[in-house]
C-alpha cells in the first residue's frame, strides 16, 4: 500500500470518528433562551420599557441577543389571569431561565414548573408569597431581587409632607392583582403621622382611574400617592393627564418622572428588573438559582415636575428642590 492511499485511509477514519464529536459541540454550542413575563406588550411606537431594562442588562454583560442568547418575550396585556397560560407556553418551549416581573407573575410561573430556574423583579414579599424560604437561601428554582425598602412609605410621606406643607388627607392607589401588603404598609405609616387616608385598588384591563380622581377630589384629598405596581406603571401617562384635569399633587415610583406626576420618588423599578440579568447569566453558567440570595436593592431616586407644579397651582419649597436627581421644567 503506497503511502498517499495510507493516507487517504487514516483520514478517511478519523473523519468518521470525529463527525460524532463535531455534532455534539454543535448541539452542546446551542444558544441559551430565557422566557420574559411581562405585563404591557410592546408596540412599534411604544416599547416594553421593563424588557428594554432587561435586554440592557443582558447587554452590559455582553450578551448579543441572537448570537448568545434568545429572548422569548411574553406579555399579559394588563390581564393577570393570563400569566399562568404564558407561563406554561414558555416552559413547554423548554427555555433555560424565567425571568419575571412582579409577585403575581413569578408565582405563575413557580407553580407550573419547578425545575426551570426563576428570577424575579420587584416583588414586595417573596416569602410571604411563598416564593422562597429565606431572603439568604431561597432554595428551590426562585430566586431574584426586590427594590422594597420597609422604611420607603415613611420616607415618602415625610417627602410628601415637606413639598405640600399642610398636608392632611392622601388618597393611595394600588393594583388589585398584587398583594395588599404595600398598600396596607403605607396606610399604617400615613397613620402613624397623622394623615387620612383612601385607599383604592383597581383592576385590569380598563381600570377606572378616572372615577378614583373623581372620589379624591370629592373626599377633598391633598394628595395622590401611587404605589410603585404594575397597574400603575402600565397607566402612568392616563394616570398623569387626570392628575392635571383634577389639579391633584401626584406621588410615583422613582423611574415614572416621565408621567406628568409632581413627584416621582422611591426605589428604582428598572434598576431592579434590569439587575435580574446578573442572576441570569450565573445561572447560565451553572449556579443554581436556591444558592443566589435574594437581593435588596435600595436606590432611590427624586424628580419634580415644575411644570406640573405651574399647572396645577403648587410651589415646591426650595429645599426640596436641591435634593432632586432631576428637575423637569
Same mark, same amino acid.
Given at each position: 500500500?503506497?503511502?498517499?492511499?495510507w493516507?487517504?485511509?487514516v483520514?478517511?477514519?478519523?473523519?468518521?470518528l470525529?463527525?460524532?464529536?463535531?455534532?455534539?459541540?454543535?448541539?452542546?454550542?446551542?444558544i441559551p433562551?430565557v422566557?420574559?413575563?411581562?405585563?404591557?406588550?410592546?408596540?412599534?411606537?411604544?416599547?416594553?420599557?421593563?424588557?428594554?431594562?432587561? %435586554? %440592557?442588562?443582558?447587554?452590559?454583560?455582553?450578551?448579543?441577543?441572537?448570537?448568545?442568547?434568545?429572548?422569548e418575550?411574553?406579555?399579559?396585556?394588563?390581564?393577570?389571569?393570563?400569566?399562568?397560560?404564558?407561563?406554561?407556553?414558555?416552559?413547554r418551549?423548554?427555555?433555560?431561565?424565567?425571568?419575571?416581573v412582579?409577585a403575581?407573575t413569578?408565582?405563575?410561573?413557580?407553580?407550573?414548573?419547578?425545575?426551570?430556574?426563576i428570577?424575579?423583579?420587584?416583588?414586595?414579599?417573596?416569602?410571604?408569597?411563598?416564593?422562597?424560604?429565606?431572603?439568604? %437561601?431561597?432554595?428551590?428554582?426562585?430566586?431574584g431581587?426586590?427594590?422594597?425598602? +420597609?422604611?420607603? +412609605?415613611?420616607?415618602?410621606?415625610?417627602?410628601l409632607?415637606?413639598?405640600?406643607p399642610?398636608?392632611?388627607?392622601v388618597?393611595?392607589?394600588?393594583?388589585?392583582?398584587?398583594?395588599?401588603?404595600?398598600?396596607?404598609?403605607?396606610?399604617?405609616?400615613?397613620?402613624?403621622?397623622?394623615?387620612?387616608?383612601?385607599?383604592?385598588?383597581?383592576?385590569?384591563?380598563? +381600570?377606572?382611574?378616572?372615577?378614583?380622581?373623581?372620589?379624591?377630589?370629592?373626599?377633598?384629598?391633598?394628595a395622590?400617592l401611587?404605589?410603585?405596581?404594575?397597574?400603575?406603571?402600565?397607566?402612568?401617562?392616563?394616570?398623569?393627564?387626570?392628575?392635571?384635569?383634577?389639579?391633584?399633587?401626584?406621588?410615583f415610583?422613582?423611574?415614572w418622572?416621565?408621567?406628568?406626576?409632581l413627584?416621582?420618588y422611591? +426605589?428604582?423599578?428598572?434598576?431592579?428588573?434590569?439587575?435580574?440579568?446578573?442572576?441570569?447569566?450565573?445561572?447560565?453558567?451553572?449556579?443554581?438559582?436556591?444558592?443566589?440570595?435574594?437581593?435588596?436593592?435600595?436606590?432611590?431616586?427624586?424628580?419634580?415636575?415644575?411644570?406640573?407644579?405651574r399647572?396645577?397651582?403648587?410651589?415646591i419649597?426650595?429645599?426640596?428642590?436641591?435634593r432632586?436627581?432631576?428637575?423637569?421644567?
Amino acid at each position: 500500500m503506497n503511502s498517499r492511499l495510507w493516507r487517504f485511509i487514516v483520514a478517511l477514519v478519523f473523519g468518521l470518528l470525529l463527525t460524532p464529536l463535531a455534532s455534539e459541540a454543535q448541539q452542546s454550542a446551542k444558544i441559551p433562551r430565557v422566557g420574559f413575563l411581562g405585563h404591557k406588550a410592546p408596540t412599534q411606537a411604544v416599547p416594553s420599557i421593563p424588557l428594554q431594562a432587561f %435586554q %440592557q442588562g443582558l447587554a452590559d454583560l455582553g450578551y448579543v441577543e441572537g448570537r448568545d442568547i434568545i429572548i422569548e418575550a411574553r406579555f399579559s396585556e394588563g390581564r393577570v389571569e393570563r400569566f399562568p397560560e404564558l407561563a406554561a407556553e414558555l416552559v413547554r418551549l423548554n427555555v433555560d431561565v424565567i425571568a419575571v416581573v412582579g409577585a403575581v407573575t413569578a408565582r405563575a410561573a413557580k407553580k407550573v414548573t419547578t425545575n426551570i430556574p426563576i428570577v424575579f423583579a420587584v416583588v414586595v414579599e417573596p416569602i410571604a408569597d411563598n416564593l422562597v424560604a429565606s431572603l439568604e %437561601q431561597p432554595g428551590g428554582n426562585v430566586t431574584g431581587f426586590t427594590n422594597f425598602d +420597609p422604611g420607603q +412609605p415613611r420616607k415618602q410621606f415625610e417627602l410628601l409632607k415637606e413639598a405640600l406643607p399642610g398636608l392632611g388627607r392622601v388618597e393611595i392607589l394600588g393594583d388589585r392583582g398584587v398583594s395588599d401588603a404595600l398598600l396596607k404598609a403605607n396606610e399604617e405609616q400615613a397613620r402613624a403621622m397623622g394623615l387620612q387616608t383612601q385607599g383604592l385598588k383597581l383592576a385590569g384591563p380598563t +381600570p377606572d382611574f378616572e372615577g378614583a380622581f373623581a372620589a379624591a377630589k370629592k373626599e377633598r384629598m391633598d394628595a395622590v400617592l401611587l404605589l410603585d405596581e404594575p397597574i400603575i406603571g402600565i397607566n402612568r401617562k392616563r394616570i398623569g393627564e387626570l392628575a392635571a384635569t383634577y389639579r391633584l399633587p401626584t406621588m410615583f415610583g422613582g423611574d415614572w418622572a416621565d408621567a406628568g406626576g409632581l413627584i416621582a420618588y422611591g +426605589p428604582s423599578f428598572l434598576e431592579a428588573v434590569k439587575r435580574m440579568s446578573v442572576y441570569v447569566d450565573k445561572i447560565l453558567k451553572g449556579a443554581k438559582p436556591g444558592d443566589l440570595p435574594v437581593e435588596v436593592l435600595k436606590y432611590y431616586l427624586l424628580a419634580i415636575n415644575l411644570k406640573t407644579a405651574r399647572e396645577i397651582g403648587v410651589t415646591i419649597p426650595p429645599e426640596v428642590l436641591k435634593r432632586a436627581d432631576k428637575v423637569i421644567e
